[in-house]
């Protein structure tokens, strides 16, 4: 099992910036991706940003040019960086950890963190 704990939410003016932190326990060695997802009220889940274990990004392109995705695999620990943010971005902001393929049980495994609210005032 793998435990996430986000921080960094709040609210905060458009044009300003919010940096998100998802920390990783338990069973850190298995995790290859790590990922940001966002989801505003009335709309679904989206992803925001991913990361795997060599420090390959991805991005949604709504953020791109604005968001910054890194990893601290000492700290075994994951950022967003939201920066030039818009009253769009506001949403409850999630971190996922998926974890190398189970060669046993033939699947990857996700785990996700409880979120925490961005909300961008314009």
């Known amino acids: 099992q793998v435990q996430l704990a986000e921080s960094g939410g709040g609210l905060v003016q458009a044009g300003g910036s919010l940096r998100l932190s998802c920390a990783a326990s338990?069973?850190?060695?298995?995790?290859?991706?790590m990922a940001w997802y966002r989801q505003a009220p009335g709309k679904q889940r989206e992803l925001v940003a991913d990361i795997t274990s060599t420090g390959s990004t991805n991005y949604a392109d709504s953020v791109k040019g604005r968001f910054i995705i890194s990893r601290d695999n000492a700290k075994n620990t994951v950022y967003l960086q939201m920066n030039s943010l818009k009253p769009e971005d506001t949403a409850v902001y999630c971190c996922k950890a998926q974890s190398f393929y189970d060669l046993a049980a033939h699947r990857r495994y996700d785990y996700w963190g409880q979120g925490t609210q961005v909300t961008v005032s314009s």
């Open positions: 338990g069973r850190i060695f298995s995790i290859n991706t």
